[in-house]
């Protein structure tokens, strides 16, 4: 039996080395040893998908390397809160977000790393996958009473779709219920800025930097 | 200067007083220098000058008729169909346009009752003239993103009279399609400025090849267009936008025929122009054209035929069943987004050789000069010699402990590739190659490997017999070096041919022989469409296609296939 730093250095390093094995045993280790959901992402899983990121900005790795790494994270994830009731996750996240890939895009491996980076520093995300209609974003938003609303475009002729969020809150006037951070190959901070969009993120790394700062607005 | 700006201009080149144009406010009149003009590139016209049979859909006929008398009072109209008639008993159901028509009486009379008439498809008269025609001509046109190509043929006896081609003038509008798609949605007569560009476009184009050929455009009589989807929609003001979004749904997929005037087209007026039909989604007629020219639907072989543009279409399969689908390679390919890329144009290397024991690389340049950038055969090239030299991992990041001059570090784990140094350019700066680079290409022969690959899948076959190469980019790279990097599965290096501009060379076939287009149709109708970035095994077989299977020093990751 692994100590619990041990367990901590195995999830760490199941992510950096991509080792989906290991991944699964220190995982199960760290429900036997009652590890904390949140300190087992924040300084175990989460801390190597920290250095997967890194990687990733440097140079270092790709977008493969990335989600394999996504992919690890969130097999280890589920085994390690399989246990944990609804309200029991929700209380240890940093805040609820929605995310997808706006409607009529089916693009969605950007997506799906940001929304691991997401997990990892901690925050409670939903995904609603692919080509989401704007109607059930918003109805989504709604029941799930989230804090920040993302959707990824990866085609130009997508973009609109993300305008029509901002649009369809503000007609419902829940608009201030909700921030709106949107990102993808071909936004820009402009075109978030122009739709009345509150962030815009051009990686996963900053993503997580731009919904940590929503949430402390929101919470300000 | 912004603080953009001095993030990308070295700080010799502010000396120089070089701005960045995209970050520069305009108040008044200015003057603009701009380095290093190209000047006149290399884009492929000729295709593989297959055998074309010459059997026009626009046939010229010399009648004689008697004139009218109080006896014999046919009409104008029938005394010509008649007339007709007796030349050619195939003219069974003929029928008149209506400009044509009103200039009838005035022409039958005054070359005497003996007229030149044009006849389109075995049935309709477009064209009635009192004085002998000269000839009877048509012009192909490959309608490309980024490129455009047209031949000016005889269409008496097939002769090719011309070729010329040039860059859409639509670029200024955006890169890709889907730029173009969403510059028609978002601003106000979006369609009709990009319509009214390419239409601009193809007229210029058919005036220089009527005059350098010494004819008339009035005697141009058929223009056959083959390009991709968006590109089609666009010239017949056809709304694109549902085309740039999933489903991808198209206007109309079968072929087209409109009156050139209606067309917006100066030539003969009541002449035709043709549309090949469409197959699916982006994979538009000039893929049609391609297989017209490539013929995989008559073989037994299996064979994978890679179009490679800004954005590339693949077709796998034999006479039983034929596959198609297109992936969105990016335009790395070609020499843009890469940061020292370039057209192949003169001052661009276009071949590369690397000292595997010194790292020290040989050049070739087109015009044989000092080199100004990279062109897309020379991308291919020198990515596979930086295999090869381990400079590059298989994973596609640098080895900076390969400990060769000409690889430097940047950053705390990156490195970059110097191809030619200050020296070596004449002063004009480094041609590096960047790890961004190396993932651009990457990024785009993964999307060619996966489209290939899934489609083999779908066809139950581990390798194709025989892989053919259309556009400009497959005649030019080095087939080696693009099998090194695994741009495409694995085949004998001699399994591997190129075709040239096969869409243009099909367009072609297509405005020579009637028969090409009712066989065009069939090819449309056949050809079965696979949306690749739907299926569920899609990421995972892109993402083993951007690796490099072939580099030597596989760094002892986790196999990601």
Same mark, same amino acid.
């Given at each position: 039996?692994?100590?619990?730093?041990?367990?901590?250095?195995?999830?760490?390093?199941?992510?950096?080395?991509?080792?989906?094995?290991?991944?699964?045993?220190?995982?199960?280790?760290?429900?036997?040893?009652?590890?904390?959901?949140?300190?087992?992402?924040?300084?175990?899983?989460?801390?190597?998908?920290?250095?997967?990121?890194?990687?990733?900005?440097?140079?270092?790795?790709?977008?493969?390397?990335?989600?394999?790494?996504?992919?690890?994270?969130?097999?280890?994830?589920?085994?390690?809160?399989?246990?944990?009731?609804?309200?029991?996750?929700?209380?240890?996240?940093?805040?609820?977000?929605?995310?997808?890939?706006?409607?009529?895009?089916?693009?969605?491996?950007?997506?799906?790393?940001?929304?691991?980076?997401?997990?990892?520093?901690?925050?409670?995300?939903?995904?609603?996958?692919?080509?989401?209609?704007?109607?059930?974003?918003?109805?989504?938003?709604?029941?799930?009473?989230?804090?920040?609303?993302?959707?990824?475009?990866?085609?130009?002729?997508?973009?609109?779709?993300?305008?029509?969020?901002?649009?369809?809150?503000?007609?419902?006037?829940?608009?201030?219920?909700?921030?709106?951070?949107?990102?993808?190959?071909?936004?820009?901070?402009?075109?978030?800025?122009?739709?009345?969009?509150?962030?815009?993120?051009?990686?996963?790394?900053?993503?997580?930097?731009?919904?940590?700062?929503?949430?402390?607005?929101?919470?300000? | 200067?912004?603080?953009?700006?001095?993030?990308?201009?070295?700080?010799?080149?502010?000396?120089?007083?070089?701005?960045?144009?995209?970050?520069?406010?305009?108040?008044?009149?200015?003057?603009?220098?701009?380095?290093?003009?190209?000047?006149?590139?290399?884009?492929?016209?000729?295709?593989?000058?297959?055998?074309?049979?010459?059997?026009?859909?626009?046939?010229?006929?010399?009648?004689?008729?008697?004139?009218?008398?109080?006896?014999?009072?046919?009409?104008?109209?029938?005394?010509?169909?008649?007339?007709?008639?007796?030349?050619?008993?195939?003219?069974?159901?003929?029928?008149?346009?209506?400009?044509?028509?009103?200039?009838?009486?005035?022409?039958?009379?005054?070359?005497?009752?003996?007229?030149?008439?044009?006849?389109?498809?075995?049935?309709?008269?477009?064209?009635?003239?009192?004085?002998?025609?000269?000839?009877?001509?048509?012009?192909?046109?490959?309608?490309?993103?980024?490129?455009?190509?047209?031949?000016?043929?005889?269409?008496?006896?097939?002769?090719?009279?011309?070729?010329?081609?040039?860059?859409?003038?639509?670029?200024?509008?955006?890169?890709?399609?889907?730029?173009?798609?969403?510059?028609?949605?978002?601003?106000?007569?979006?369609?009709?400025?990009?319509?009214?560009?390419?239409?601009?476009?193809?007229?210029?184009?058919?005036?220089?090849?009527?005059?350098?050929?010494?004819?008339?455009?009035?005697?141009?009589?058929?223009?056959?267009?083959?390009?991709?989807?968006?590109?089609?929609?666009?010239?017949?003001?056809?709304?694109?936008?549902?085309?740039?979004?999933?489903?991808?749904?198209?206007?109309?997929?079968?072929?087209?025929?409109?009156?050139?005037?209606?067309?917006?087209?100066?030539?003969?007026?009541?002449?035709?122009?043709?549309?090949?039909?469409?197959?699916?989604?982006?994979?538009?007629?000039?893929?049609?054209?391609?297989?017209?020219?490539?013929?995989?639907?008559?073989?037994?072989?299996?064979?994978?035929?890679?179009?490679?543009?800004?954005?590339?279409?693949?077709?796998?399969?034999?006479?039983?069943?034929?596959?198609?689908?297109?992936? &969105?390679? #990016?335009?790395?390919?070609? %020499? /843009?987004? @890469? +940061?020292? *890329?370039?057209?192949?144009?003169?001052?661009?290397?276009?071949?590369?050789?690397?000292?595997?024991?010194?790292?020290?690389?040989?050049?070739?340049?087109?015009?044989?000069?000092?080199?100004?950038?990279?062109?897309?055969?020379?991308?291919?090239?020198?990515?596979?010699?930086?295999?090869?030299?381990?400079?590059?991992?298989?994973?596609?990041?640098?080895?900076?402990?390969?400990?060769?001059?000409?690889?430097?570090?940047?950053?705390?784990?990156?490195?970059?590739?110097?191809?030619?140094?200050?020296?070596?350019?004449?002063?004009?700066?480094?041609?590096?190659?960047?790890?961004?680079?190396?993932?651009?290409?990457?990024? &785009?022969? #993964?999307?060619?490997?996966? %489209? /290939?690959? @899934? +489609?083999? *899948?779908?066809?139950?076959?581990?390798?194709?017999?025989?892989?053919?190469?259309?556009?400009?980019?497959?005649?030019?790279?080095?087939?080696?070096?693009?099998?090194?990097?695994?741009?495409?599965?694995?085949?004998?290096?001699?399994?591997?041919?190129?075709?040239?501009?096969?869409?243009?060379?099909?367009?072609?076939?297509?405005?020579?022989?009637?028969?090409?287009?009712?066989?065009?149709?069939?090819?449309?109708?056949?050809?079965?469409?696979?949306?690749?970035?739907?299926?569920?095994?899609?990421?995972?077989?892109?993402?083993?296609?951007?690796?490099?299977?072939?580099?030597?020093?596989?760094?002892?990751?986790?196999?990601?296939?």
């Amino acid at each position: 039996m692994s100590s619990r730093d041990e367990v901590l250095a195995k999830l760490k390093e199941c992510i950096e080395e991509l080792d989906e094995d290991l991944a699964e045993e220190a995982a199960k280790e760290a429900v036997d040893l009652a590890i904390d959901p949140i300190t087992a992402i924040s300084e175990g899983l989460g801390a190597g998908m920290q250095t997967q990121s890194d990687l990733f900005d440097e140079g270092e790795a790709f977008v493969p390397q990335l989600v394999v790494a996504a992919e690890i994270f969130e097999k280890a994830i589920g085994i390690i809160t399989a246990d944990l009731s609804e309200g029991a996750k929700q209380s240890s996240s940093l805040g609820k977000i929605l995310i997808c890939t706006v409607e009529s895009d089916i693009h969605d491996i950007g997506k799906n790393i940001v929304k691991t980076m997401l997990s990892a520093s901690g925050f409670e995300v939903h995904d609603i996958g692919r080509d989401a209609a704007t109607t059930e974003v918003v109805a989504k938003a709604k029941e799930l009473g989230v804090d920040i609303i993302a959707g990824a475009a990866l085609m130009t002729t997508t973009m609109p779709a993300q305008r029509d969020i901002v649009n369809l809150l503000k007609e419902e006037g829940i608009r201030d219920q909700f921030k709106c951070m949107f990102g993808g190959a071909p936004v820009s901070e402009e075109w978030v800025r122009s739709i009345g969009a509150d962030a815009y993120a051009e990686n996963a790394a900053e993503a997580v930097d731009k919904a940590k700062e929503l949430i402390a607005a929101i919470r300000a | 200067m912004t603080r953009k700006e001095q993030r990308y201009i070295s700080s010799e080149k502010q000396r120089e007083g070089f701005r960045l144009a995209c970050q520069t406010k305009i108040h008044a009149d200015m003057t603009v220098e701009v380095q290093n003009t190209d000047s006149g590139g290399v884009i492929m016209e000729s295709g593989r000058s297959s055998p074309v049979s010459c059997r026009p859909n626009v046939r010229q006929y010399e009648v004689e008729l008697a004139p009218p008398t109080l006896e014999d009072f046919r009409d104008d109209c029938q005394r010509l169909f008649d007339g007709l008639r007796e030349r050619d008993a195939a003219l069974k159901e003929l029928e008149i346009d209506h400009a044509v028509l009103k200039k009838l009486p005035g022409t039958l009379r005054k070359g005497k009752w003996h007229v030149s008439v044009a006849v389109l498809g075995g049935k309709t008269v477009v064209d009635v003239r009192a004085e002998p025609l000269e000839g009877v001509y048509g012009v192909s046109i490959d309608l490309g993103t980024t490129t455009l190509a047209a031949s000016l043929s005889d269409l008496q006896n097939g002769r090719l009279l011309g070729r010329t081609s040039r860059m859409n003038t639509q670029i200024r509008y955006g890169d890709d399609v889907l730029s173009r798609v969403s510059y028609t949605m978002t601003q106000e007569d979006g369609l009709s400025v990009l319509s009214d560009a390419i239409r601009k476009d193809i007229q210029e184009m058919m005036k220089e090849l009527a005059q350098d050929a010494g004819i008339s455009l009035q005697d141009i009589f058929e223009v056959v267009i083959v390009g991709n989807t968006v590109m089609e929609h666009i010239f017949l003001g056809l709304d694109p936008q549902y085309i740039g979004k999933a489903p991808f749904i198209s206007v109309l997929r079968k072929a087209v025929d409109i009156r050139a005037d209606l067309a917006g087209l100066s030539i003969a007026p009541s002449g035709n122009v043709h549309f090949l039909p469409i197959e699916a989604g982006f994979v538009g007629a000039d893929n049609v054209a391609v297989i017209l020219a490539v013929r995989p639907h008559v073989q037994d072989k299996n064979v994978l035929v890679i179009d490679i543009g800004t954005n590339g279409e693949i077709v796998l399969g034999n006479r039983n069943r034929l596959l198609s689908t297109s992936c &969105a390679t #990016g335009p790395a390919l070609e %020499g /843009a987004q @890469i +940061l020292c *890329g370039m057209r192949a144009a003169p001052g661009a290397i276009e071949k590369v050789k690397i000292d595997p024991a010194t790292g020290m690389p040989e050049c070739r340049v087109i015009g044989n000069m000092k080199p100004k950038g990279i062109c897309g055969s020379g991308i291919i090239d020198v990515i596979a010699e930086m295999l090869r030299a381990g400079i590059l991992r298989s994973d596609g990041s640098f080895d900076r402990d390969v400990g060769f001059s000409r690889v430097r570090q940047v950053g705390p784990r990156s490195a970059e590739y110097i191809l030619a140094s200050s020296e070596e350019t004449g002063g004009c700066g480094e041609i590096v190659i960047t790890q961004k680079d190396v993932r651009a290409v990457q990024l &785009a022969k #993964g999307a060619i490997y996966a %489209g /290939a690959r @899934i +489609l083999m *899948g779908k066809l139950g076959i581990e390798a194709p017999e025989r892989i053919v190469l259309a556009g400009a980019f497959g005649s030019y790279i080095d087939v080696r070096n693009a099998l090194y990097i695994g741009m495409f599965p694995e085949v004998p290096v001699h399994a591997i041919e190129s075709a040239g501009n096969a869409a243009g060379e099909g367009a072609r076939m297509a405005l020579l022989d009637k028969e090409c287009r009712m066989e065009a149709q069939e090819i449309a109708r056949h050809v079965e469409f696979v949306e690749v970035a739907n299926e569920s095994s899609f990421q995972r077989i892109f993402f083993d296609g951007m690796m490099f299977h072939n580099g030597k020093s596989y760094k002892d990751k986790r196999s990601i296939s």
